[in-house]
């Protein structure tokens, strides 16, 4: 049995005009050269908001209808744990697609997110604590799909719904989470890592993380298939190639990563100007290493993380820059202020804004990284913090901050009592 596994495509995902398209692209060829699978599986973050826009809706929906036009490669739906809907018999039909849904497509309690809009188009099926087998020539794999819950409740949510290994099958566990060590943002410390996982699946897929990886934990293969679009610009993501994961399984696992042919190239350089040189001289220096000594599909992406005394009064410069090689590639400056510290406020704006979070998604995540600095013991829960003081009960929050009362709860007890 072949196995495609595919993640975090982020359609919608563009830094820029120049790049909106690529996710898209990126993800065509992707599903393209996996309809010769069996089973093709998605570990979530399909869209880049949790609520797309329709421009995207129309992109995403004729690239995911693509292996509904291919007739079922002969793999049965042997067992699932779900209720799956009336409509889940064409998806099973053709192509199946098993897909988890991932944090950028978290929507509210008790409302309808875009993976299970596209479970009820008849495009998917989506998995969340609950297991499906399939069955093809004598072989059985057995997937069991946890979507993406909130970092600090995913040990407990695993641990509850407590998956075992099924008899007879090869066992895989599908995740879309933070792990230590592959913690994808820092702003969200995970609560999963490599040693508290569930033992004896033979292997453990994560989306979410998105830069491919494959390491052994005892028996069992842990593989990130990482993502098909660049989005978080780092060094790490200039290193490796985009693509997907291809497991073979029969008497043995195979694994082999499908690097995509027409992705755009990424490039992470640092430079320190030099006070004696010309600004731009020495930018353009730079760039023209990257872009005249290769060819390219595509116009590459380059970020210039710069350093200097001189990085403050160069603005201009950099905008000229932009200009002059605007047909040759997308390039993104970061200037290093003098202070680490306001370097690293403006490097977590970026981060959040380019996570596209809610304004209470950020303003969450900058008060519980202002309480971590001011070495803040977390013994009281942090949304309850940002609610008392989005609702303006300031003096309860303090209360709990100075110890006062310890939690929330205490704090409402006391207040019942008086």
């Not at 993501?237 to 291809?246: V, Y």
Request: charged share 30%.
């Amino acid at each position: 049995m072949k196995i495609a596994i595919l993640s975090d495509f982020h359609f919608g995902f563009g830094y820029s005009p120049e790049l909106e398209n690529d996710s898209f692209e990126n993800v065509e060829e992707a599903m393209e050269r996996a309809l010769n699978s069996d089973l093709v599986l998605i570990g979530g973050d399909i869209f880049d908001s949790p609520l797309p826009k329709t421009q995207t809706w129309a992109k995403a929906i004729k690239i995911l209808a693509r292996p509904l036009l291919k007739p079922n490669p002969g793999i049965n739906l042997a067992e699932c744990s779900k209720e799956l809907k009336e409509i889940s018999k064409r998806t099973l039909a053709h192509l199946p697609v098993i897909a988890l849904h991932g944090n950028h497509e978290r929507r509210a309690r008790g409302e309808l997110n875009a993976v299970q809009a596209l479970e009820n188009a008849g495009l998917l099926i989506h998995l969340h604590g609950n297991t499906i087998i399939f069955e093809k020539d004598g072989v059985k794999v057995a997937i069991h799909g946890m979507s993406a819950v909130p970092e600090r409740f995913a040990k407990n949510f695993l641990y509850q719904w407590n998956p075992k290994p099924i008899n007879g099958c090869v066992n895989i566990l599908f995740l879309h989470q933070n792990v230590d060590p592959y913690v994808y943002s820092p702003l969200e410390p995970p609560s999963l890592t490599l040693s508290n996982l569930p033992k004896g699946f033979d292997l453990i897929i994560n989306g979410h993380i998105h830069m491919h990886g494959t390491e052994r934990i005892d028996n069992t293969l842990f593989l990130i298939p990482g993502s098909l679009v660049i989005t978080q610009f780092e060094k790490g993501e200039a290193e490796i190639d985009k693509g997907f994961l291809e497991v073979e399984v029969g008497e043995e696992i195979k694994v082999n990563f499908i690097s995509l042919k027409t992705s755009r190239k990424f490039f992470y350089e640092e430079i320190k100007l030099e006070e004696e040189k010309p600004i731009r001289e020495q930018l353009e220096k730079k760039l023209n290493e990257i872009i005249y000594t290769r060819e390219f599909l595509k116009p590459p992406l380059i970020r210039l993380r710069i350093f200097g005394k001189e990085v403050e009064a160069i603005e201009q410069e950099l905008r000229a820059v932009e200009r002059k090689y605007s047909d040759k590639a997308v390039i993104k400056f970061v200037k290093e202020l003098e202070s680490p510290e306001i370097t690293r406020k403006i490097e977590l704006l970026q981060s959040l804004r380019e996570q596209r979070l809610s304004v209470e998604e950020i303003g969450l995540t900058i008060l519980k990284k202002n309480l971590d600095e001011l070495s803040f013991k977390a013994v009281f829960d942090h949304e309850s913090i940002f609610k008392l003081l989005s609702e303006g009960d300031v003096d309860k929050a303090l209360a709990i901050l100075l110890g006062e009362q310890k939690t929330l709860a205490q704090l409402l007890k006391k207040s019942v009592e008086k």
